[in-house]
Structure formats: C-alpha cells, structure tokens
C-alpha cells in the first residue's frame, strides 16, 4: 500500500463537501469529496476551467460546482458537464475499516 495514503477517517470529511489535502499530485493539491450517500471522490484540486479550487465548490449528488465559474464536475471521472468541455485530474480511493485512503501514483509530498 505505499503509494495509498491514509488521510484519516470518513469522518473528517464533511458530508455533502470536501477536504483539501496538503499533499499534492503533480504538483497540486488534492480534494477528497464526500456525497450525501457516503460516496467518496478525489480529484485534483483545479477545475479544468480556470484552476479554481474545486474544494470550495457545491457537492450536488456526484457532482461538484466551480466556485469561480460555476462549472459541474462529475466526480466519477473529472469530467466537465456539457456545453464545457475538460477534466479534472480524478485519483482512485477507497475507504478501509473507517479510513480514507488515496491512491498517488507517483512519488509525492506526505500529507500534513
């Protein structure tokens, strides 16, 4: 599992919101999404448009708002929903007996 990190538990992450993690994926950070149903999501934190920190946005079922531009995001795969057009870096994850886990395929920063 060495290139899973934990980030902790479930719990930590708002329902309906994100948590921005201080390690990053080339180069940038990572959100982690938590939806009503317990459903969980990474992607890089940019949104395709205009980098804006996707963490910050609005979780509406599998889906997150830009909060500069108001673009949605699917959070199963990164991608813009038409008429915009781009992707958001997604990143898989899984949870384990409570904890979060994010998997980062290169050699990156340790969470803070």
């Not at 990164?78 to 290169?106: C, H, I, K």
Request: with cysteine; glycine share 10%.
């Amino acid at each position: 599992m060495s290139n899973w990190k934990n980030i902790g538990p479930l719990s930590n992450i708002p329902v309906r919101g994100a948590r921005r993690l201080c390690m990053k994926h080339l180069g940038k950070p990572v959100a982690v999404f938590r939806t009503s149903e317990d459903d969980i999501f990474a992607l890089v934190d940019e949104c395709p448009h205009k980098q804006g920190p996707l963490s910050e946005g609005i979780v509406a079922g599998r889906t997150v708002s830009c909060p500069l531009h108001n673009w949605v995001i699917g959070l199963d795969d990164g991608q813009a929903l038409a008429p915009d057009e781009g992707t958001a870096q997604p990143l898989s994850v899984r949870v384990v007996e409570g904890d979060v886990y994010v998997y980062l395929p290169e050699a990156l920063g340790a969470a803070a």
